[in-house]
């Protein structure tokens, strides 16, 4: 056999390995999403008060916690003493 048509076997061999893995993936994900409908926004982190402040602002919860110099857990009334 020739070098060019063994690397070209190769790449066509991947080439099928991929898609089918691609392939199966999206089946997966199709399957996934009928089972549990809101599954995808949550793993993609849309909706709720989070997802209306980055709309609203263009800021993530985590960019306005850096922001104010606030923990995670801090309740509103002392992020608001701290800051103001």
Do not use: C, W, Y
């Not at 991929?18 to 199966?24: D, I, Q, S, V």
Request: cysteine-free; aromatic content about 2%; charged content about 20%.
């Amino acid at each position: 056999m020739s070098s060019p048509r063994v690397i070209i076997q190769v790449a066509i061999a991947g080439a099928q390995i991929l898609g089918k893995a691609f392939l199966a993936a999206g089946r997966q994900a199709v399957a996934n999403a009928k089972h549990r409908p809101g599954a995808a926004e949550e793993a993609a982190g849309v909706g709720g008060a989070a997802d209306n402040l980055t709309q609203t602002h263009r800021m993530t919860v985590d960019e306005a916690h850096l922001i104010l110099n606030a923990k995670r857990g801090d309740p509103l009334p002392q992020i608001l003493k701290v800051t103001l």
